[in-house]
């Protein structure tokens, strides 16, 4: 269809959604308040927002996994109640959630008819699939084995699949939640060609994501919203990053990580052929070989799953692994397994693990109890050799929750009472505070905020600048072009290479990532 011919039916059509005055409140907490948002028929509608400002909410009231306290929903210009998925299906609305809702030792096949079989024989239903599955496939691009089993296909193989089941079941409007999270650059890519083909065909998306660059290449229009409320809708042609950012926050924000050059000096890190093998007898890590200096960030580059959570793991002494690694010329403890945290805290290794929620922090305490977590034996926090001072702990919390903004600065706050950035703030507070020669730290800014990642890539290269080796694994290609002095690449358990950040680019690294050279490529 011709841009011109799409844009006459979305000048005369109904708005494909509308929503007026949606609220929705869960306790004192204001979710949603008063949003009302219109979406054309055949865009890219992309909303964006801080953690916390209700986007997820909003979604979740038009798929029918909440129930609004106030407002109206329009479908295609008619007022329509959705009280449940059900409904929102059968108003074609399908959503591809963040994580997949896939049954993983079934196949391809089994998983798009399920829950709309046609009658209680499913081989009639299996043979209707088929057809309507390779007709899909054809139209969109979503070339998928119907016979091959989840679990054995790629998460890029995984989200087709859950966009072909939304189509399968005739959807019109179709709802991403985060939807390259778990992807390669080249899956995204992939993935955006086929979004930009279901536009073109009629189709209406929403693309929930926190990706500013993501928005911008692929969203007709954007929606951005601030603590519950719809601040603005515009153009994405007429926008930009810089303008959207200050639009969620309130305030500007510096997109780029502002830093000097490295100055690298002694290896601090020394890893040789380090293997490690799961409980299940599954090689993770495959003859990794590093060296992190100090002054300089050492950023680890892949996908989710191909050992970088492993790696992490055996150099926090929390998981047993093979091989030499050295801290400042001297062994380190590999094969005793977990609980080897606090001698590594005492060889100046500090971690900030990639799970804030289950590794960094025991939800149920209060945020100056999490603060001694690991550091608990400080003479600062013993009054004696069988209590604690906690008054000087709290007093230590209050200053890091000042010096961090963690908001509320309030010591007696339990840790799940705050937000996801906020949390994420504390153990950032808590390992960098103690000035480590390593620090560790796995996505620093997963599921953070914009405001809230500015400052923490900016105390990360505080770190860094004073003399300090990091070693960071994240699976955002942005963070690590705007951390890393330099990147690794990891894949299936192996490093496929190093490069210079400036003498790479995203499409090489995605070569390595997926687990080739830019020669087999080739």
């Known amino acids: 269809m011709s841009a011109s011919s799409a844009a006459e039916r979305q000048a005369t059509a109904a708005p494909a959604i509308e929503l007026k005055g949606i609220s929705k409140a869960f306790g004192p907490v204001q979710a949603n308040k008063d949003i009302s948002i219109s979406v054309q028929p055949g865009t890219i509608h992309g909303i964006i927002g801080e953690n916390g400002a209700g986007k997820s909410t909003l979604m979740s009231i038009l798929y029918g996994f909440y129930k609004a306290d106030a407002g109206e929903i329009f479908i295609g210009g008619k007022k329509t109640e959705i009280p449940d998925s059900q409904a929102a299906i059968a108003a074609g609305i399908g959503m591809v959630f963040q994580h997949f809702k896939l049954v993983e030792n079934f196949t391809v096949l089994e998983n798009i008819i399920l829950g709309a079989e046609d009658g209680g024989l499913l081989k009639p239903s299996l043979a209707k699939a088929r057809g309507a599955l390779i007709a899909l496939e054809r139209e969109y691009g979503l070339n998928v084995d119907p016979d091959a089993v989840i679990e054995e296909i790629g998460v890029g193989k995984q989200q087709r699949v859950e966009i072909l089941k939304a189509l399968y079941r005739e959807a019109q409007i179709l709802i991403l939640d985060e939807p390259t999270g778990v992807l390669t650059p ?150 005793r397994g977990g609980a080897e945290g606090q001698s590594r805290r005492a060889r100046g290794i500090a971690h900030v693990p990639e799970d804030r929620q289950r590794e960094g922090l025991i939800m149920e305490f209060h945020a100056w109890e999490n603060i001694a977590f690991g550091y608990h034996h400080d003479a600062r926090y013993q009054r004696n050799r069988l209590l604690m001072n906690n008054r000087a702990l709290r007093g ?96 299936d358990g192996r490093i496929m290479g190093e490069r210079i950040p400036d003498q790479t680019d995203e499409k090489e690294l995605g070569l390595l990532m997926a687990g080739m050279t830019s020669e087999d490529a080739a």
């Open 186 to 335: 080249a899956e995204a890519d992939q993935l955006f060609r086929i979004l930009g083909r279901l536009r073109d065909e009629g189709k209406t998306i929403i693309l929930i994501t926190h990706k500013l660059r993501e928005i911008m290449e692929i969203t007709d229009t954007v929606s951005v919203m601030r603590r519950g409320e719809m601040t603005a809708t515009v153009k994405t042609a007429e926008t930009s990053p810089e303008q959207l950012a200050e639009l969620m926050v309130g305030r500007k924000v510096l997109l780029r990580v502002d830093k000097v050059p490295a100055k690298p000096g002694k290896p601090v890190l020394e890893i040789e052929n380090l293997r490690v093998v799961d409980e299940t007898g599954v090689e993770r890590l495959k003859g990794i070989d590093l060296t992190v200096r100090a002054g300089e960030i050492l950023g680890i580059a892949g996908v989710a799953g191909n050992g970088q959570s492993e790696l992490l793991e055996v150099l926090g002494g929390m998981r047993r692994g093979h091989g030499q690694i050295r801290v400042n010329g001297q062994p380190l403890a590999v094969s």
């Open 396 to 491: 230590d919390t209050q200053a890091k929750m000042t010096k961090f903004d963690v908001r509320p600065p309030d010591p007696w706050l339990a840790a799940k009472n705050f937000s996801g950035g906020n949390q994420q703030k504390l153990v950032v507070a808590r390992e960098i505070e103690r000035n480590p020669d390593l620090l560790l730290v796995g996505q620093p800014t997963r599921g953070v905020d914009i405001g809230a990642i500015e400052f923490i890539h900016n105390e990360i290269v505080a770190l860094r600048d004073r003399g300090k080796a990091i070693l960071l694994v994240s699976v955002e290609l942005d963070e690590i072009f705007s951390l890393a002095d330099r990147i690794a690449v990891m894949f």
